[in-house]
C-alpha cells in the first residue's frame, strides 16, 4: 500500500477492461493517468459526479438524474467509481452495441435493482429528465408528455401493461427495439445535449 498514486494500472483489471471494452491498453493507460489527476484517490464519489453533472446544466437541476446515473454505474455498489466502473461506464453509454445500452437502461430504470421495472420506478427516473429540461423546452414538447406523469403513461401503453404491471429486462429491451419511440421516450432529449456539447466546444 503506502504510496500507491504513482500506481500504474494492475494488470488483472487491465486485461479485463480491454476484454470488455475493446479499448487499447495505451488508450487505458493514458486514461488511467488523466483519470488519477482529475480523482487522486483512484475514486469519484457521487457529490464529485453530481457536480459534473452541474457544470453540463448550469441552468437545470441534473442531481436527481445523476444520483440514478451513478448508482447505474455502481456496480459493486461501494458508494465510489473506480477505474474499472467508470471505463465501463463510458464504454456503455457512448461506444457499446445497442444492446449494452439498452441494459444499461434497464440498470438505470429499475431503481431498486430488483430485476423488474414498474410504473413507479418509470415516473422517478422520468421526473429526474424532466428537472433536467429547460421550462422554455418543456414548452415545445407534444401535448401528450409534456409532464412526467403522461411522458410515464405513454411508455406504459406502449409496453401494453397495467398500472401494477412489471416489465422485465428481456421486454424491455425487445420493446424498445420495436418500437424507436419508446427510445425517444426513456432518454433524455440527446440532441439538446450534443448542441449544448457543441457550444461549449466552440
Ligand atoms: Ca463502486
Ligand atoms: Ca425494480
Same mark, same amino acid.
Not at 439498452?102 to 430504470?109: D, G, M, P
Not at 401494477?164 to 432518454?187: A, T, V
Given at each position: 500500500?503506502? *504510496?500507491?498514486?504513482?500506481?500504474?494500472?494492475?494488470?488483472?483489471?487491465?486485461?479485463?477492461?480491454? +476484454?470488455?471494452?475493446?479499448?487499447?491498453?495505451?488508450?487505458?493507460? =493514458? &486514461?488511467?493517468? =488523466?483519470?488519477?489527476?482529475?480523482?487522486?484517490?483512484? #475514486?469519484?464519489? /457521487?457529490?464529485?459526479?453530481?457536480?459534473? $453533472?452541474?457544470?453540463?446544466?448550469?441552468?437545470?437541476?441534473?442531481?436527481?438524474? @445523476?444520483?440514478?446515473?451513478? #448508482?447505474?454505474?455502481?456496480? *459493486?455498489?461501494?458508494?465510489?467509481?473506480?477505474?474499472?466502473? $467508470?471505463?465501463? @461506464? +463510458?464504454?456503455?453509454?457512448?461506444?457499446?452495441? =445497442? *444492446?449494452? /445500452?439498452?441494459? &444499461?437502461?434497464?440498470? +438505470?430504470? !429499475?431503481?431498486?435493482?430488483?430485476?423488474? %421495472?414498474?410504473?413507479?420506478?418509470?415516473?422517478?427516473?422520468?421526473?429526474? %429528465?424532466?428537472?433536467?429540461?429547460?421550462?422554455?423546452?418543456?414548452?415545445?414538447?407534444?401535448?401528450?408528455?409534456?409532464?412526467?406523469? /403522461?411522458?410515464?403513461? /405513454?411508455? &406504459?401503453?406502449?409496453?401494453?401493461?397495467?398500472?401494477? !404491471?412489471?416489465?422485465?429486462?428481456?421486454?424491455?429491451?425487445?420493446?424498445?427495439?420495436?418500437?424507436?419511440?419508446?427510445? #425517444?421516450?426513456?432518454?433524455?432529449?440527446?440532441?439538446?445535449?450534443?448542441? #449544448? +456539447?457543441?457550444?461549449?466546444?466552440?
Amino acid at each position: 500500500m503506502g *504510496n500507491s498514486k504513482s500506481g500504474a494500472l494492475s494488470k488483472e483489471i487491465l486485461e479485463e477492461l480491454q +476484454l470488455n471494452t475493446k479499448y487499447s491498453q495505451d488508450e487505458l493507460c =493514458t &486514461w488511467y493517468q =488523466t483519470f488519477l489527476k482529475e480523482c487522486p484517490t483512484g #475514486r469519484i464519489t /457521487k457529490q464529485q459526479f453530481e457536480s459534473i $453533472y452541474a457544470k453540463f446544466f448550469p441552468e437545470a437541476d441534473p442531481k436527481a438524474y @445523476a444520483q440514478h446515473v451513478f #448508482r447505474s454505474f455502481d456496480a *459493486n455498489n461501494d458508494g465510489t467509481l473506480d477505474f474499472k466502473e $467508470y471505463i465501463i @461506464a +463510458l464504454h456503455m453509454t457512448s461506444s457499446g452495441k =445497442t *444492446n449494452q /445500452k439498452l441494459e &444499461w437502461a434497464f440498470s +438505470l430504470y !429499475d431503481v431498486d435493482g430488483n430485476g423488474h %421495472i414498474s410504473k413507479v420506478e418509470v415516473l422517478e427516473i422520468v421526473t429526474a %429528465i424532466f428537472k433536467m429540461i429547460s421550462f422554455e423546452d418543456q414548452k415545445q414538447l407534444p401535448e401528450d408528455e409534456n409532464t412526467p406523469e /403522461k411522458r410515464t403513461e /405513454k411508455i &406504459w401503453v406502449y409496453f401494453e401493461k397495467k398500472d401494477n !404491471d412489471k416489465i422485465s429486462e428481456g421486454e424491455f429491451i425487445q420493446g424498445i427495439m420495436k418500437n424507436k419511440e419508446i427510445l #425517444r421516450l426513456i432518454q433524455y432529449e440527446p440532441q439538446k445535449v450534443k448542441e #449544448r +456539447l457543441k457550444e461549449k466546444k466552440h
